[in-house]
């Protein structure tokens, strides 16, 4: 078992002790790091953001030499919390470590305490009551089937899980068709907002319905929106950088050319793109 002993000392594999000293040593107010120094909760939150972002496309990519340092990079980002609410005299790493381990004991009664549920269905139910039992607990008197639902989420991700909410008390659609109508319908009150020259709030607004209804889309599809958006993405992104290959191999450049040019070469990507599956 390797152990942290000074600067640039070091034997054997590392364990979790090291990266609290290493967390330690870098928020080290005289012989730390300065950037590491500075940072707060509000800080490194993005980064947070970002690092969890890095684990999925690892896994997307299938990549486990990958998936391995991202996970680090996330668990670093709980050290560094934890490292912080340790100096604010609020927690530490063990006290978070803890409340996950009571936390998963306590909502799994099926596995640590004997009970039975019938399948995984089952058991998300029984979650999402003991979750509203600890919320009751805690004096939380929100009896919403939307309550808990946090507003630090990314907004789509957040509308999934209202949606979900919602669903299981049967306020839902049961095929994805329907939505297809409503979405036609938010589509065309984007279109009426458009062309009768409404600010820019009301645009917001029917957009932000029409994007609500494209994950509600995704959701009764069975498709995964952000794994979808990700795909798409990386298509658009593929297919983009093929057009300024494709213009530079004609000693051009797709800045300064017609939208109609551009769509030229964004077609020959295409079909390119086509052929290369086809085969």
Same mark, same amino acid.
């Given at each position: 078992?390797?152990?942290?002993?000074?600067?640039?000392?070091?034997?054997?594999?590392?364990?979790?002790?090291?990266?609290?000293?290493i967390m330690a040593r870098l928020r080290d107010p005289q012989s730390g790091c300065p950037w590491?120094?500075?940072?707060?909760?509000?800080?490194?939150?993005?980064?947070?953001?970002?690092?969890?972002?890095?684990?999925?496309?690892?896994?997307?990519?299938?990549?486990?030499?990958?998936?391995?340092?991202?996970?680090?990079?996330?668990?670093?980002?709980?050290?560094?919390?934890? +490292?912080? $609410?340790? &100096?604010? %005299?609020?927690?530490? =790493?063990?006290? /978070?470590?803890? #409340?996950?381990?009571? !936390?998963?004991?306590?909502?799994?009664?099926?596995?640590?305490?004997?009970?039975?549920?019938?399948?995984?269905?089952?058991?998300?139910?029984?979650?999402?009551?003991?979750?509203?039992?600890?919320?009751?607990?805690?004096?939380?008197?929100?009896?919403?089937?939307?309550?808990?639902?946090?507003?630090?989420?990314?907004?789509?991700?957040?509308?999934?899980?209202?949606?979900?909410?919602?669903?299981?008390?049967?306020?839902?659609?049961?095929?994805?068709?329907?939505?297809?109508?409503?979405?036609?319908?938010?589509?065309?009150?984007?279109?009426?907002?458009?062309?009768?020259?409404?600010?820019?709030? +009301?645009? $917001?607004? &029917?957009? %932000?319905?029409?994007? =609500?209804?494209? /994950?509600?889309? #995704?959701?009764?599809? !069975?498709?995964?929106?952000?794994?979808?958006?990700?795909?798409?993405?990386?298509?658009?992104?593929?297919?983009?950088?093929?057009?300024?290959?494709?213009?530079?191999?004609?000693?051009?450049?797709?800045?300064?050319?017609?939208?109609?040019?551009?769509?030229?070469?964004?077609?020959?990507?295409?079909?390119?793109?086509?052929?290369?599956?086809?085969?």
């Amino acid at each position: 078992m390797r152990r942290w002993i000074g600067p640039g000392c070091c034997v054997a594999d590392h364990d979790i002790n090291d990266l609290l000293r290493i967390m330690a040593r870098l928020r080290d107010p005289q012989s730390g790091c300065p950037w590491d120094v500075q940072q707060t909760f509000a800080t490194i939150a993005p980064y947070t953001i970002e690092e969890a972002y890095e684990v999925v496309d690892a896994i997307d990519r299938n990549d486990m030499t990958d998936l391995r340092d991202e996970l680090g990079d996330l668990l670093l980002q709980v050290v560094f919390h934890s +490292r912080m $609410a340790q &100096e604010a %005299g609020a927690f530490d =790493f063990s006290g /978070v470590v803890a #409340a996950i381990c009571d !936390k998963m004991i306590r909502r799994h009664p099926h596995v640590f305490a004997g009970q039975t549920v019938e399948n995984a269905d089952a058991q998300l139910r029984e979650w999402d009551a003991h979750k509203r039992r600890e919320r009751e607990q805690s004096g939380d008197a929100d009896t919403s089937a939307l309550a808990g639902v946090p507003r630090g989420l990314p907004e789509w991700q957040r509308a999934l899980k209202l949606q979900k909410r919602a669903a299981r008390v049967g306020f839902d659609w049961s095929d994805p068709r329907p939505v297809l109508d409503k979405l036609a319908e938010e589509i065309g009150e984007v279109r009426h907002e458009l062309d009768h020259g409404a600010d820019a709030a +009301r645009v $917001a607004d &029917e957009i %932000g319905d029409v994007l =609500f209804v494209c /994950v509600n889309l #995704a959701r009764l599809a !069975k498709v995964d929106w952000s794994a979808a958006l990700r795909g798409a993405n990386a298509k658009f992104e593929r297919r983009f950088r093929r057009m300024e290959a494709l213009a530079a191999a004609a000693g051009t450049k797709l800045d300064g050319m017609s939208l109609a040019e551009q769509d030229t070469y964004w077609d020959r990507a295409k079909a390119e793109e086509k052929q290369q599956i086809e085969k």
